[in-house]
């Protein structure tokens, strides 16, 4: 079965601070994997996606993430915070786009920008 | 069509009524999923539908909920005889598929609107 833990239910960062949200997966097949934005009172917003290929992936809004398989990791960043950046995260993962596509979601990180 | 749109957005009910709460898709996606997000938790799935058939059902989504998809476009969530432990927002999310099974793209990405937040008193 697949799992995605998200280390951090709260991250404040400073604003022009480097964010890191960390997330971890687990699955029996090669994943996909998403990062998902939820701003207060809004739907979801994907950021970024790893299917295949390239293993750094760029986002929205100045997001990036790194796969790394080896440490079954999907960590997201942003070289520099904005107080726009203030939401909740989703670190999401599916397997194979020929089945159900069902998503499989961590808890979430809700970050605070610090002025 | 701007995105998937559901209604209504809040719904306050008593325990023991039922609720029924709509989700209009983007109208060329053919697959429609539904979620529960309760507070402090990501989404978790309940089920979805290619098309008009309803392929898979969560062991979340209990005897009293019930999804529909009749045409293939909108869909349906009723929950019967709520409880307070139903209280949650409720997600829709639609897809594309490609005709030939697979995704149009990989990891098909799901388009999610904004939400129905029930509150059962």
């Known amino acids: 079965a697949q799992s995605v833990t998200q280390l951090g239910s709260h991250v404040s960062v400073s604003e022009g601070a480097l964010v890191l949200l960390r997330c971890n997966y687990s699955?029996?097949?090669?994943?996909?994997l998403f990062w998902y934005v939820q701003y207060p009172n809004q739907g979801l917003q994907l950021l970024l996606k790893?299917?295949?290929?390239?293993?750094l992936v760029k986002g929205i809004n100045g997001f990036e993430a790194e796969f790394k398989k080896s440490e079954t990791s999907f960590h997201l960043t942003k070289p520099s915070a904005h107080m726009s950046d203030a939401a909740e995260y989703f670190c999401?993962?599916?397997?194979?786009?020929?089945?159900?596509?069902?998503?499989?979601f961590g808890k979430g990180t809700r970050l605070h920008i610090l002025p | 069509d701007t995105g998937v749109s559901q209604n209504p957005r809040h719904k306050i009910t008593k325990r023991g009524q039922n609720v029924t709460f709509r989700c209009d898709p983007i109208?060329?996606?053919?697959?429609l999923y539904w979620y529960r997000q309760t507070l402090g938790q990501g989404p978790e799935f309940l089920t979805y539908?290619?098309?008009?058939?309803?392929?898979?059902k969560s062991r979340l989504l209990s005897d009293r909920f019930s999804a529909e998809r009749p045409k293939g476009s909108f869909s349906t969530l009723e929950i019967q005889r709520t409880e307070q432990g139903d209280s949650a927002m409720y997600l829709c999310?639609?897809?594309?598929?490609?005709?030939?099974?697979?995704?149009?793209?990989?990891?098909?990405?799901?388009?999610f609107g904004p939400g129905t937040r029930l509150t059962v008193l």
């Open positions: 999310a639609s897809s594309l598929l490609g005709t030939s099974g697979r995704a149009t793209k990989p990891g098909n990405e799901q388009f």
């Open positions: 699955s029996s097949v090669p994943p996909y």
């Open positions: 790893y299917t295949t290929g390239a293993t």
């Open positions: 999401a993962v599916s397997d194979d786009g020929n089945r159900d596509d069902k998503i499989i």
């Open positions: 109208s060329e996606h053919n697959r």
């Open positions: 539908f290619q098309n008009e058939a309803q392929l898979e």
